[in-house]
């Protein structure tokens, strides 16, 4: 009898260990800043600069957690100490108007995945800009998104040689081409690309940097929409590629 209650405490203790890294990542408050600067308090025609920004920020105490906020901590720290003084001096005397926003695409024990938008509306431009995030909570390093290649398993997580980074990044690049230009060929959805040629496609698709998670951690490759239409009405929504990664890999 007292064989029987240690083994099942050893079974408990197992699958309590072996769940208490399995949940998501608890999301706290964002990382949140609303800049609105009138260029002139006594004249409003000389312009408002308005920069709006909202980062995810997680439990620093769990998994993975504390090198993702860093990332968005440099990134607001670069953001706020450059790009917005920036701003301010190229559209001094106008109206400019910048608002980042973000979505969380994966969350699970393996990967936390985010997409984010930007809107920018000055006199010069009226776009909207993505960039997909994409952490690895077991094999990341702090401050620092997760390669295509590391992704992939073309390179350890600790490689820091940078020919076999450049090598096996060129690799992943040449493959993602190919397979998301087959699936422009079949054009399933009957997407109207324009004059988008393969060759095109080598300058404004980067998979290696185009890419997010989706919720079961499969990439999701992406084009962004005003490299591909000249009208701004046509520029919000953004040209999506799903590829499982078991059919990457099988491609490898």
């Keep these: 009898m007292m064989m029987k209650r240690v083994f099942a405490a050893i079974l408990l203790f197992a699958f309590l260990s072996s769940t208490a890294h399995a949940d998501p990542l608890p999301l706290l408050d964002d990382y949140a800043g609303d800049i609105v600067i ?15 920004y909202r980062y995810p920020r997680v439990d620093e105490n769990v998994d993975g957690g504390a090198g993702i906020n860093a990332f968005y901590q440099d990134l607001i720290d670069y953001t706020v100490n450059f790009t917005v003084p920036m701003f301010q001096d190229a559209f001094e005397g ?11 695409t994966c969350n699970n024990d393996d990967y936390f995945s985010v997409l984010v938008k930007t809107e920018r509306i000055n006199p ?13 909570r077991k ?14 398993g073309l390179l350890d997580p600790d490689e ?11 690799k992943a690049d040449n493959l993602i081409r190919d397979m998301v230009w ?37 990439p999701v490759f992406y ?10 009405s046509e520029q919000e929504n953004l040209l999506v590629f799903p590829l499982a990664l078991e059919d990457i890999l099988d491609e490898l």
């Design 38 to 52: 009138p260029y002139d308090d006594t004249d409003p025609s000389a312009g408002v600069f308005s920069y709006s």
């Design 94 to 104: 106008e109206d400019s108007s910048t608002v980042i926003s973000y979505t969380v």
């Design 124 to 136: 010069d431009r009226s776009d909207c800009v993505w960039k997909g995030h994409v952490f690895s």
């Design 139 to 152: 094999h990341g390093s702090a401050g620092y998104t997760y390669s295509l290649p590391k992704l992939l």
């Design 160 to 170: 820091n040689e940078e020919w076999i980074q450049d090598f096996q990044k060129e």
């Design 182 to 218: 087959d699936l422009i060929e079949e054009n399933k959805s009957g997407i109207d690309y324009r004059d988008l040629t393969e060759e095109t496609l080598t300058y404004i698709f980067f998979p290696e940097e185009d890419f997010y998670l989706d919720e079961n951690g499969d």
């Design 223 to 232: 084009i962004q929409p005003g490299d591909v239409y000249a009208e701004a």
